[in-house]
């Protein structure tokens, strides 16, 4: 039986939003982004939406789940999986980012730093070992080949 994340990532990214507002209305710790440059965070909001759209769209394709705990007989490899083996979790920090940059003060980028690292804990180390699990060779062949987060700009492979 796979276990089961706490919560899922929608609520997990509305939990972000929040915090990122508070922090902003409490505590900014200043302005980085000043009107109108702050509105430069809607680019990086419709990235990531973006992203992960074509995530989901992928993973339905291939008859995968996009929930965190339930197990998929099948590796996706394709579309936006070329380029990060977790690139839902990349347009979640990608819209965090956005929103950041679109209140623009200081203290929600703690939100933001802190994300990657979160989303690790909560589902990709889970996801991961059970991707291994069912999968074997082939995903770890895929962890040599794709990175967790993002392939850089120029490298091929």
Wanted: positive net charge.
């Amino acid at each position: 039986m796979p276990h089961k994340p706490p919560f899922l990532p929608p609520a997990l990214g509305l939990l972000v939003m929040l915090v990122i507002f508070a922090l902003h209305f409490i505590k900014p710790l200043g302005v980085i982004f000043p009107y109108p440059w702050n509105f430069l965070g809607l680019l990086p909001i419709a990235l990531g939406a973006l992203i992960n759209i074509a995530a989901e769209r992928e993973l339905h394709r291939a008859g995968a789940s996009a929930h965190p705990g339930e197990p998929s007989d099948v590796l996706v490899e394709r579309g936006v999986f070329r380029l990060s083996r977790n690139p839902m979790s990349v347009g979640f920090v990608l819209i965090a980012g956005g929103l950041a940059i679109w209140v623009g003060s200081v203290s929600p980028w703690l939100v933001v730093l802190g994300s990657p690292f979160l989303l690790y804990g909560l589902f990709i180390r889970r996801e991961e070992h059970q991707l291994e699990q069912i999968h074997g060779e082939a995903y770890r062949a895929y962890c040599r080949r794709v990175p967790r987060w993002w392939r850089r700009p120029g490298k091929s492979g």
